[in-house]
């Protein structure tokens, strides 16, 4: 019995030692979290963070995934999509991605706000959720991505 407890035991640790990095911040928020704008309406938002263990948002990118926006948006024909599906015919996947955002920090900021600017030009009118991803990096260590939602209704 105690040869098997000490086996657990053993295979517990050695799994722990591949476990991911412990959450980089203590708060990554957006505010506003969700509103309702025109389309072509520039947004002004405010991510605040405090990140902890050394860690420092480095920089920002906003996507949206098919399953969270209108279909009629997916539907335009001057947008980007990264598919999910990358076979030689590639179907249309929930997890098709475009990019509106992307920002690298002119300054890592470890404690604070940075004031984000997104544009609505070419969204159709419908429900989206704007996923905005936060780079956290930490001398020594590999970076952390973290996501924070934009509930946004675009009205005609």
Known sequence: M???VL???SCIFAFSLFAAPGK???YFTLDPA???VKAGKVLKLDAAVKCQ???ELK???ASVTRR???ASFFALKNITIKRYDKSASPKDSQYD???FYNRILPQAVGNGNVALEFNTAGLTPGDYAIAFRGYFVKKGAKAVYANIFLALTVCE
């Open 2 to 4: 105690k040869k098997i």
């Open 7 to 9: 086996c657990i035991l």
């Open 24 to 26: 980089p911040y203590e």
């Open 34 to 36: 969700g509103t309702a």
């Open 53 to 55: 263990n050394g860690y």
């Open 59 to 61: 920089g920002i990118s």
């Open 68 to 70: 969270m926006a209108p």
């Open 97 to 99: 991605t475009v990019l």
